[in-house]
């Protein structure tokens, strides 16, 4: 049974800073596509950043670009997030999703086939 579990999120000032943790289990980690999402309220659930298998290859969505960072320990089967510089607008539940498909880069949320329940993320200005 494949289980996703975020860690991390919480309640931060503006231009603070936050890492947040995916730890898995049930799968092989490295043979898995594995990325970041978002939701605020009243929004569609966005993604946020993705990351290659060997870690080579990184995607993030333009406004989070030169402030979060994605990573990944295959050793731990965990998926990180740093986030630096937040911004209100960062505010929202964070998911962390993986998908067999561990060659590609997938960016929408309809691609994922596993998620978490989500870690809380609240910026104040």
């Known amino acids: 049974q494949v289980q996703l579990v975020e860690s991390g999120g919480g309640l931060v000032q503006a231009g603070g800073s936050l890492r947040l943790s995916c730890t898995t289990s049930g799968l092989t980690f490295v043979d898995y596509a594995v990325g970041w999402f978002r939701q605020a309220p009243g929004k569609e659930r966005e993604g946020v950043s993705c990351i290659a298998r060997s870690g080579g290859s990184t995607y993030y969505r333009d406004s989070v670009k030169d402030r979060f960072t994605i990573s990944r320990d295959n050793a731990k089967n965990t998926l990180y997030l740093q986030m630096n510089s937040l911004k209100p607008e960062d505010t929202a539940m964070y998911y962390c999703?993986?998908?067999?498909?561990?060659?590609?880069?997938?960016?929408?949320?309809?691609?994922?086939?596993?998620w978490g329940q989500g870690t809380q993320v609240t910026v104040s200005s």
């Open positions: 999703a993986a998908d067999r498909r561990w060659w590609l880069l997938l960016t929408n949320r309809n691609e994922y086939n596993y």
